[in-house]
């Protein structure tokens, strides 16, 4: 099996990572301190304390609190530059990372201040670490479809600023046909499309995200496991999945990482790639995920090293950064 070395040093992309999901419990409290938010946590070792989850719904909750201290540019810029180091050292050489502008907007916080903070950082890091990157705007489904179609109008003022846009936070109940006329529009704006499905939510609902929403990824879409015909469709159709396997322990949507279908979507000849999802809540970084599966299911150097090339051919990057980076 791989060495860390090797598994950290392989060129890989990260297409599934939420930026929020990058705050760690020591940024929580500085910014709080700097911008005078009230956590509901008297220390860093009580928050951290917190990061036990019985599903996606009671994580939800804990994310959406804490992300309360994201106040200005600054604070998005800061959240941005301490996630991208981290990222270089593990072997990351693009990056596409989630937004949640409704979880800010409704706060008070301007998009302007969220887009300009995040893509900031992330002109640094193109610059000064060989990091290309691009910002996915992701709806939450849980709130109506409405407020996802105000802030993709607002988005739209400059879309040249967004790679794509995707569908995120609770699942079940909130299937992606309520979003197609949302998706309709940023497809027609020149953007691309992802969305997450099959994380918690059932099989139907990736075959709605492929065939409602004309996504081009799938982000999780792990209970494919389940459906041998849509396993055979994203197969022959070459969708990669964006897995996550920390994540999908911590919120408990497999048992055990022993049981983390990705050898079987990856056997059936599904485009996997690894990712972290929400690094700061899940116990790890992108290069944690990929020695978790080494560890956990035996993951060889050759199926590594797959995964990392998939997850470059799999982004949105240019074909020519692209062959920069194989
Ligand atoms: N928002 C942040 N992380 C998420 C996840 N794993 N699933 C759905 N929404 C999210
Ligand atoms: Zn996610």
């Known amino acids: 099996l791989p060495s860390d070395e ?7 992309a990260e297409l599934h990572l939420h930026i929020e999901g990058t705050l760690e419990p020591e940024l929580a409290f ?7 938010v009230a956590l509901p946590y008297a220390s860093v070792e009580e928050l951290a304390a917190r990061y036990e989850f019985s599903d996606l ?7 959406y609190a804490t992300m309360a201290v994201l106040r200005t540019e600054d604070d998005f810029a800061e959240l941005t530059r301490r996630y991208l180091r981290t990222a270089a050292e593990q ?22 201040a969220v887009v300009d903070g995040i893509s ?15 910002i996915i705007l992701c709806f939450l489904r849980d709130q109506p ?3 996802a179609d105000a802030v993709l109008s607002a988005a739209l003022t400059r879309p040249e600023r967004l790679l794509g846009v995707g569908l995120d936070s609770a699942e079940v109940g909130y299937p992606p046909e309520l979003f197609a006329g949302v998706f309709a529009r940023a497809k ?9 499905a099959g994380e918690e939510g059932p099989p139907a609902y990736i075959r709605q995200a492929l065939d409602l929403l004309g996504v081009e990824r799938v982000d999780h879409g792990i209970r494919a496991a389940e459906d041998p015909q849509l396993l055979a469709r994203l197969a022959a159709e070459g969708v990669p999945l964006t897995v996550c396997p920390l994540s999908n322990v911590r919120l408990r949507t497999v048992p055990d990482l022993a049981d983390h279908p990705l050898l079987a979507l990856d056997a059936a000849g599904v485009r996997v790639t690894i990712n972290s999802d929400d690094p700061a809540y899940f116990g790890g970084y992108v290069g944690h995920n990929y020695l978790a599966v080494r560890d956990a299911l035996g993951v060889d150097a ?3 090293e797959r995964f990392a090339r998939t997850s470059i051919d799999g982004s949105f990057a240019s074909d020519a950064r692209k062959a920069a980076l194989q």
Not at 93 to 107: G, M, Y
Not at 188 to 196: N, P, Q, S, W
């Open 30 to 36: 500085e910014l709080a301190d700097r911008n005078g």
């Open 302 to 304: 050759a199926t590594a």
């Open 120 to 134: 900031g950082a992330l002109a640094e890091a193109e610059r000064d670490l060989d990091i290309s990157s691009g």
């Open 57 to 63: 719904q009671s994580f939800l909750d804990l994310y």
């Open 6 to 12: 090797a598994l950290l040093s392989l060129p890989k």
């Open 188 to 196: 027609d704006a020149g953007l691309h499309t992802v969305a997450h």
């Open 91 to 112: 072997g990351l050489r693009h990056v596409e990372l989630f937004f949640d502008p409704q979880a800010h907007v409704s706060r008070g916080v301007a998009l302007e």
């Open 145 to 147: 479809v409405e407020s």
